[in-house]
């Protein structure tokens, strides 16, 4: 077989269109670049959809637990409700009232002369006999009555 070209060809041919046989450069190309371009959406979907776990988390928010469930129920039902939800709920601040309550709980201890978090042990078990708790029970005086001015001393 005779190897010329076809007088209706142009004499030059362009860099994608190869030889029989030969590797199409432009596919491999076209090909790695498709492979890139779907690993670098699919890592910007999964950074957005992991966007209100890693804010609660920065924060170190009380409802950290809650922002993670609502993003793994967005994920796996498809439902963008729960996302939104777990975004507002990263975003808003609640007020820590477990911390204002130690805090208050440890001044009376203080005032008391109690150890701090040594509060809770006195206080009486409800199973205990009655024999152990008259031990440590103290007299209370009986109530005052309050005085009454006799009726010739009344000045009605």
Do not use: C
């Not at 939800?85 to 130690?102: K, Q, V």
């Not at 978090?117 to 009486?124: E, F, R």
């Amino acid at each position: 077989m005779n190897a010329t070209i076809n007088p209706a060809a142009p004499q030059y041919l362009p860099i994608f269109i190869t030889a029989p046989g030969g590797t199409d450069i432009l596919m491999v190309i076209v090909a790695l670049f498709l492979v890139l371009a779907v690993l670098a959406v699919g890592l910007l979907f999964l950074r957005l959809h992991t966007l209100p776990e890693r804010i609660a988390h920065k924060a170190h928010k009380l409802q950290f637990e809650i922002v993670a469930v609502l993003g793994l129920l967005a994920l796996f039902s498809h439902m963008h409700i729960f996302w939104v939800a777990g975004l507002l709920l990263a975003l808003i601040d609640i007020p820590d009232f477990g911390g204002t309550f130690n805090r208050m709980a440890g001044s009376l201890e203080k005032i008391a002369g109690v150890p701090p978090g040594k509060g809770a042990d006195d206080v009486p078990d409800e199973g205990a006999d009655a024999a152990a708790r008259s031990e440590n029970t103290v007299e209370v005086p009986p109530t005052v009555t309050p005085y009454r001015m006799p009726k010739e001393q009344s000045h009605a």
